[in-house]
């Protein structure tokens, strides 16, 4: 009998798999790079959009407290899910797709908090 593998000319690879290596990756990558994520939507109505938020403390400025922002955005009547906004909003923070918003008070919980607060409003 011979292996499954010599009958076809490429080698298996199960695209789930595939999948999973690539999102780790992505997150190793932005665990490095010191990116946070925050996730705005409405848990009791999962249909109701939201949004998916990258962020990390801006290296532009010294003086200044200012955040770049990458978000992904699932519109009102799909289904928000987490993995989907997660891989767009990092993809695009790690492209150079991000803006730069001024934080009032400097801190992880602070930033989280206005950041959540700047999109709840979209989302109820």
Do not use: W
Request: proline residues 6%; positive net charge; charged residues 30%.
């Amino acid at each position: 009998m011979t292996n499954p593998q010599q009958q076809f000319p490429f080698p298996t690879i199960r695209p789930k798999e595939k999948m999973i290596e690539k999102a780790k990756s992505l997150a190793e990558q932005c665990r490095e790079d010191g990116i946070l994520l925050m996730y705005v939507f409405d848990r009791e109505n999962p249909v109701s959009g939201g949004f998916s938020i990258a962020y990390r403390p801006s290296r532009a400025y010294k003086s200044t407290v200012m955040v770049d922002v990458a978000v992904s955005y699932c519109r009102p009547g799909e289904r928000f899910d987490k993995k989907i906004g997660r891989d767009f909003a990092l993809r695009r923070f790690l492209n150079g797709e991000f803006i730069q918003v001024p934080a009032l008070r400097y801190g992880e919980d602070y930033v989280h908090e206005e950041l959540r607060q700047m999109f709840y409003n979209f989302v109820n």
